[in-house]
């Protein structure tokens, strides 16, 4: 009998473990479901008391709708836009104009920036050649640039990718340079003795070592691109998001600088999303712990 009972036992453990641990991981979904609920609905809460009481003083007079604008009038320009389109255009060409000045100038400002920022952490040399015109080109007002290029390039895609280009690089370089000074010094000793190259160091221990700063510039990066999209169509375009500011401002329509602002919020968040989801997908080695802030 007891024979039996342990044999019971022994054949029941290894079943009830895993049961066990399956339940676990189940109830923590659940309560990390049950916590993102919680958050999406205060935060729901906040955009309605906030849109709700800037109706409401707009509507009793307490502020002028002229001056501040007016949350139903928003979406009415927004209306007006999808419907019926834009003066240069429908809504959907402004968007994929800014979109795609945005993308070339990021991906551009990206590759520059990594190399810039990898080369000058490896080399000492380089760094002290190359830094101080570095520092003076990111001294300058960006929108003292933005004008320079608009003259130079003029009122078409070159002049805003280029500012966009410059907006991004720093970003990116910054994290880059920083992430390759920090990596273990051991780990590039290591490699050495065992007798790899200076590129190969680079290649295969800095560079893995650095991209979770390079992953993380990115973030801010795209909010730049974005930023020296419009900046750039403000100070002279044709056609895009930040001409359609522009010509709202030169009408008083403060409605429509909230609504071209409001599609601009929009798409950087579809965009912080992508990048986000790149990120845990290229960086699935990191602990736990260190994804709080991007599933945040």
């Known amino acids: 009998m007891t024979m039996t009972s342990l044999d019971n036992n022994t054949l029941t453990a290894p079943e009830q473990e895993p049961?066990?641990?399956?339940?676990?991981?189940?109830?923590?979904?659940?309560s990390a479901g049950q916590r993102r609920l919680k958050v999406l609905a205060v935060q729901f809460g906040i955009v309605v008391v906030l849109l709700g009481s800037w109706e409401l003083l707009v509507r009793g007079g307490v502020l002028d709708a002229l001056l501040y604008g007016q949350p139903s009038l928003?979406?009415?320009?927004?209306?007006?836009?999808?419907?019926?389109?834009?003066?240069n255009g429908s809504l959907g060409q402004q968007i994929t104009v800014t979109i795609e000045e945005a993308l070339i100038?990021?991906?551009?400002g990206t590759v520059l920036g990594i190399v810039f920022g990898v080369a000058m952490g490896r080399i000492q040399?380089?760094?002290?050649?190359?830094?101080?015109?570095?520092?003076?080109?990111?001294?300058?007002?960006r929108i003292v640039l933005g004008s320079s290029f608009v003259v130079m390039f003029g009122l078409g895609l070159m002049s805003k990718v280029m500012l966009v280009i410059v907006l991004v690089f720093f970003g990116v370089f910054f994290n880059a340079f920083q992430g390759t000074r920090e990596v273990d010094k051991n780990f590039i000793a290591n490699a050495e003795i065992l007798g790899a190259s200076k590129w190969q160091v680079t290649r295969q221990v800095v560079i893995p070592s650095a991209f979770s700063w390079i992953i993380a510039s990115l973030h801010v990066a795209f909010g730049f691109a974005l930023i020296g999209a419009i900046?750039?169509?403000?100070?002279?375009?044709?056609?895009?998001?930040?001409?359609?500011?522009?010509q709202a401002q030169g009408n008083l329509n403060q409605n429509g600088i909230w609504a071209a602002m409001l599609i601009m919020a929009v798409v950087a968040l579809i965009a912080e999303w992508l990048i986000t989801k790149l990120e845990n997908r290229l960086l699935r080695w990191r602990p736990p712990q260190h994804n709080a802030a991007a599933e945040a």
């Open 19 to 30: 049961l066990s641990a399956r339940a676990g991981s189940e109830g923590r979904r659940r």
């Open 74 to 87: 928003v979406v009415n320009q927004l209306y007006i836009w999808v419907t019926q389109g834009t003066d």
């Open 105 to 108: 100038g990021f991906f551009i």
């Open 125 to 141: 040399f380089l760094s002290e050649v190359i830094g101080p015109f570095l520092k003076v080109i990111n001294a300058v007002p």
């Open 231 to 246: 900046v750039g169509e403000f100070l002279g375009s044709q056609e895009g998001l930040g001409n359609l500011i522009r």
